[in-house]
């Protein structure tokens, strides 16, 4: 019986890592019809690899993987102005409840000459981002845009803070996830407001990086006590 449960466990990852690269190569072959649905399928099986792995699961990671779900299948629409705000909504939510769980399970030992430098870091980063990028940002959009970059930068630094606290593996792989995710919404933002278009390759590589994002976060938050 315990074999059979840790097959069952296993079959997890093994299915999210299939349905990953199926995904992918939809994407580099611009298959929508094969994209779309395996798009919106892949946060729901990050959250059942995470309740299979979890030390202690907590709904608010669920509920922020099943935010990003809402969030992938609104931005099946991304060009839609509506679309990407209910889209880039949901993630900000999801993200809100990434929060929750991190400072309410995470220790933060750190100097606040260390985090005001650190916040400085980030906040010059995201003024300099934000600066060159306005512009090709809908006028409607911006204020929605400015602030889901501010929490993608509260995202990264709430992660690093418990990192250089106490060193742990599973804290690298959260704060991995948080720079991946960083990565992939700036490749995303290119493509949207620059090139306003989709095209395949870079849309494999918006999704390579979110892929890697949510999972490196949920085995993160898996490895917390």
Same mark, same amino acid.
Request: with cysteine; aromatic share 16%; glycine share 4%.
């Given at each position: 019986?315990?074999?059979?449960?840790?097959?069952?466990?296993?079959?997890?990852?093994?299915?999210?890592?299939?349905?990953?690269?199926?995904?992918?190569?939809? #994407?580099?072959?611009?298959?929508?019809? *094969?994209?779309?649905?395996?798009?919106?399928?892949?946060?729901?099986? @990050?959250?059942?690899?995470?309740?299979?792995?979890?030390?202690?699961?907590?709904?608010?990671?669920?509920?922020?993987?099943?935010?990003? #779900?809402?969030?992938?299948?609104?931005? *099946?629409?991304?060009?839609?102005?509506?679309?990407?705000?209910?889209?880039?909504?949901?993630?900000?939510?999801?993200?809100?409840?990434?929060?929750?769980?991190?400072?309410?399970?995470?220790?933060?030992?750190?100097?606040?000459?260390?985090?005001?430098?650190?916040? @400085?870091?980030?906040?010059?980063?995201?003024?300099?981002?934000?600066?060159?990028?306005?512009?090709?940002?809908?006028?409607?959009?911006?204020?929605?845009?400015?602030?889901?970059?501010?929490?993608? #930068?509260?995202?990264?630094?709430?992660?690093?803070?418990?990192?250089?606290?106490?060193?742990?593996?599973?804290?690298?792989?959260?704060?991995?996830?948080?720079?991946?995710?960083?990565?992939?919404?700036?490749?995303? !933002?290119?493509?949207?407001?620059?090139?306003?278009?989709?095209?395949?390759?870079?849309?494999? @590589?918006?999704? #390579?990086?979110?892929?890697?994002?949510?999972?490196?976060?949920?085995?993160?938050?898996?490895? !917390?006590?």
């Amino acid at each position: 019986m315990v074999n059979e449960m840790i097959v069952l466990k296993w079959l997890f990852p093994v299915f999210l890592a299939a349905l990953a690269v199926v995904h992918l190569i939809s #994407c580099w072959r611009g298959d929508d019809d *094969l994209r779309k649905p395996t798009k919106v399928a892949l946060m729901p099986v @990050v959250a059942l690899t995470y309740l299979a792995f979890a030390n202690t699961p907590s709904l608010w990671v669920v509920a922020g993987l099943l935010f990003g #779900c809402l969030g992938d299948l609104f931005l *099946l629409w991304p060009l839609k102005k509506k679309f990407f705000a209910l889209g880039t909504s949901s993630f900000f939510l999801g993200h809100v409840c990434y929060l929750i769980f991190i400072y309410t399970h995470y220790v933060i030992r750190v100097s606040w000459i260390w985090i005001v430098v650190v916040c @400085v870091i980030y906040a010059a980063g995201a003024a300099f981002v934000y600066a060159n990028s306005r512009r090709s940002i809908p006028r409607a959009l911006r204020p929605l845009a400015l602030a889901y970059m501010v929490m993608l #930068c509260t995202l990264s630094i709430s992660v690093f803070l418990p990192l250089v606290t106490a060193f742990t593996w599973g804290k690298l792989a959260a704060f991995l996830g948080a720079s991946f995710f960083l990565a992939s919404d700036g490749v995303l !933002c290119d493509m949207l407001f620059v090139k306003k278009a989709e095209p395949t390759q870079q849309n494999f @590589v918006v999704m #390579c990086t979110y892929i890697l994002a949510q999972t490196l976060l949920a085995i993160g938050f898996a490895a !917390c006590p």
